[in-house]
């Protein structure tokens, strides 16, 4: 009678979940019992793999309490399409192509509504999903597309505060340049926390953040030697070298990410590393074991 009780409702919950587990039968007289308890396991979600997660979510595979990433999107392009379509001019405009200079005054909006607004948005939803690690990345990264766009915005009084009497010069006021450096210094230091954290993702983030550690180096000391008196433009030349490329590289990864979003059947390499480099959770189970 308690047999009779039980197999409806084991039945209700598993049996009718074909577009998941195969709509495998728990009655069938020849089901292994093994495979049957797997899928009662995974019933109502999708296994992934460690690698196409990582992948997906630019985070080793973690656990939540919950199913919510089966119910909203993955938000990982969103926030590098934020950081691509700023990075990408800036890089640009820091080469001098085509006479663009300034560092990039023009494209203040989308430093707030590209690099801020979406990468924000895109580190609240990985907060959402349980990715610590790009919530972080990606919140950071908005609120420095934030403060870079404020800094060039005259509302903000940033450079103008240091020569009020010249306004147009007052973005290459020594004192300005040499207080505006340490931004760079310390978003620099931010990037190489980021780079030792990123040895458990894959490759091509890892290589992004490698690009971006110099470059901010770059950056700092070319604001350190305007506020010397000696511009090297070399510097600058630089920096905007080492962001070009670190934005192809971003452009693949997010190439990648939106293949993966629609099952594109081009599966394109990112150089997963996770499995190089063992969680410390896993290395205390394989020693227990």
């Known amino acids: 009678m308690a047999t009779n009780n039980h197999m409806p409702d084991v039945e209700k919950d598993h049996a009718g979940s074909g577009s998941v587990n195969g709509g495998y039968d ?5 089901h292994d019992t093994d495979t049957a308890l797997r899928r009662l396991r995974t019933a109502g979600s999708i296994s992934i793999t460690p690698e196409l997660f990582e992948k997906i979510y630019l985070s080793p595979k973690n656990r939540v309490s919950n199913n919510i990433r089966s119910t909203f999107g993955n938000p990982t392009p969103l926030a590098l399409c934020g950081f691509l379509l700023s990075l990408t001019p800036l890089s640009n405009i820091l080469l001098g192509w085509r006479g663009a200079g300034g560092l990039g005054a023009a ?8 690099g801020g607004l979406l990468m924000i948005l895109g580190g609240f939803l990985e907060f959402i999903l349980g990715n610590t690690f790009p919530f972080v990345v990606f919140g950071s990264f908005g609120a420095f597309w934030l403060a870079f766009g404020a800094t060039l915005t005259p509302y903000f009084n940033a450079s103008i505060a240091y020569d009020p009497t010249n306004p147009a010069q007052s973005s290459s006021d020594p004192v300005f340049a040499s207080t505006f450096a340490y931004f760079h210094v310390y978003m620099g230091v931010l990037c190489f926390v ?4 990123a040895l458990r993702t894959n490759i091509v983030f890892v290589l992004i953040f490698a690009t971006l550690v110099p470059a901010f180096a770059c950056l700092a000391a070319l604001f350190f030697s305007i506020g010397e008196g000696d511009p090297k433009i070399k510097l600058q030349h630089a920096a905007g070298g080492l962001t ?46």
């Open 194 to 197: 980021y780079l030792v954290c």
């Open 26 to 30: 728990l009655h069938h007289d020849h």
């Open 107 to 114: 494209e203040v909006g989308v430093y707030y509504f590209f």
């Open 244 to 289: 070009f490329v670190t934005c192809l590289l971003g452009w693949y990864l997010f190439f990648v990410q939106l293949l993966a979003s629609v099952d594109f059947p081009l599966n394109l390499p990112v150089g997963d590393l996770s499995q190089f480099i063992k969680g410390a959770s896993e290395r205390s189970g394989t020693k227990e074991d």
